[in-house]
């Protein structure tokens, strides 16, 4: 696989390759981010994470996602729902596991709204939806009235403009807050949408064997660059912590999840070619020569084989974290 053109259309929409890349993979699987989850994903929760705490509905859902909904869940039932926010919602992962595990507790009167600032991920989110209802055309029960009603919305996560103050209950996010510009702004934001007492629940990455060969590789065609794909704050439980609180939660937590990468025999050039459309290595690579890419592809190709062994697994590792809008008498006091 070449280094990829982009079209017109993607230089103005950054994730469109990464989005048709995630189409791609769908054909194989449940879709979902191609950064994070390129080819297939597992991911292990740590010891302390929170036992199911309810008999949900059986699901093969990555055990990042299970830990997101069960934490969430702990501190503001879904049962409870208004409206659900998915912010930066892509291909549609997070709404879709959550419909999976929890559909049957989420209040029929509740709005589901998600948001994204990319065409190309909200369309295929919407081919998802239609894809669901399609297949269950003869179904008359929650996760299909749940995926009837979903919002798709162009949404920007710094601004959520468009989005009323207090008249959500919970914010859902996978793998987002960490890689916008203005995390503050937007944790803010987040803060100014929920009720008094709703939750946010949102995963990020905190490092992972493919963005070390990422960098690694970078490095080797162009000594120096120093590019970094997971800013400081957000790869350690402490830093993550604070800008969190720093946004006026309360009852912030943050849980450890190992997650893993497999790729097959064969697909370590594709996944290659997948890693430098992430929006960060373009940034880098803009004004590199047509060879220096190429170059990079090929080390960065060698170098997943390399660290992917003979299992083919790449290792990461990621924090859920959650917090709740402080209720009135708590702010108040
Ligand atoms: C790593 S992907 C995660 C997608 C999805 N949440 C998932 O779990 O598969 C990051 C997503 O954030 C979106 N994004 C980036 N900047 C954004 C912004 N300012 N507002 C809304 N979405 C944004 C991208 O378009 C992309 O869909």
Known sequence: MAFPKPTSTENDDPWAEVAAAARMLSQRSTPSCATTTAIQSR????????????????TT????????????????????????????????????????????YIPKSATL??????????????????????SQLARDD???????????ERIDAQTLEGVEDGSVSHVLSGHVYFLLEDYDGALRETARV????????MTTGTGSEHLEALEW??????????????????RTREGVEGVVRRAGFEGVEVREVESEMRFGEGEARGLAGILVVIPVVKE????????????????LAEEVERRGGDGRVLKGSNFVTVGRKPSQASAVA
């Open 113 to 134: 709204l998600a948001g994204d600032t990319s065409a190309a991920m909200l369309a295929n989110f919407r081919a998802l939806r239609d894809e669901k209802l399609r």
């Open 217 to 234: 590789a970078v490095e080797q065609v162009r000594p120096e660059t120093g590019l970094r794909c997971i800013k400081e704050e957000w």
């Open 43 to 58: 991911s292990s929760t740590s010891p302390n994470d929170p036992p199911p705490n309810d008999p949900k509905p059986s």
């Open 284 to 299: 880098v690579v803009a004004g590199w020569r047509a060879e220096e890419k190429e170059k990079l592809v090929d080390l």
């Open 142 to 152: 929650e996760a299909r009235s749940l995926w009837e009603k979903i919002r798709i």
């Open 61 to 104: 859902l990555p055990a990042i996602n299970t830990t997101l909904f069960t934490t969430v869940d702990t501190l503001l039932p879904f049962s409870t729902a208004t409206t659900i926010l998915d912010t930066g919602c892509g291909s549609g992962a997070i709404t879709s596991a959550l419909i999976a595990a929890h559909g049957p």
């Open 194 to 201: 929920l009720r008094a007492g709703g939750v946010v629940g």
